[in-house]
Nanobody, 124 residues
Framework: QVLLVESGGGLVQAGGPLRLSCAASGRTFSRSAMGWFRQAPGKEREFVSAIRWSGDSTFYADSVKGRFTISRDNAKNTVYLQMNSLKPEDTAVYYC?????????????????WGQGTQVTVSS
């Protein structure tokens, strides 16, 4: 059983930064690929970013490329999402998720365990 707990969400003005963290319990974290997804009101959950189990490969949605950075610290069982130059359209609940496969994937069905989400609101 792996438990994920996101933190770091909040209200920020457009153009500002925010850093999300996702702390994991369990021994499988270091071998899991991790991803960030988001869901805005009235919209489907969408892929944001993913990082390979080793941290040496990352992948981003076009909408956040160049503004967001995913990273992980396997010693701390934590994955991060640094979000810069935030836009109102980034407003959503952000979820982290883990995949036992260990490789990058943007499909939500490839992820085996999920956090409860953290709200990010960007004001214009």
């Amino acid at each position: 059983q792996v438990l994920l707990v996101e933190s770091g969400g909040g209200l920020v003005q457009a153009g500002g930064p925010l850093r999300l963290s996702c702390a994991a319990s369990g021994r499988t974290f270091s071998r899991s690929a991790m991803g960030w997804f988001r869901q805005a009101p009235g919209k489907e959950r969408e892929f944001v970013s993913a990082i390979r189990w080793s941290g040496d490969s990352t992948f981003y949605a076009d909408s956040v490329k160049g503004r967001f950075t995913i990273s992980r610290d396997n010693a701390k069982n934590t994955v991060y999402l640094q979000m810069n130059s935030l836009k109102p359209e980034d407003t959503a609940v952000y979820y982290c998720a883990g995949s036992f496969r260990g490789t990058l994937s943007r499909g939500s069905d490839e992820y085996n365990y999920w956090g409860q989400g953290t709200q990010v609101t960007v004001s214009s």
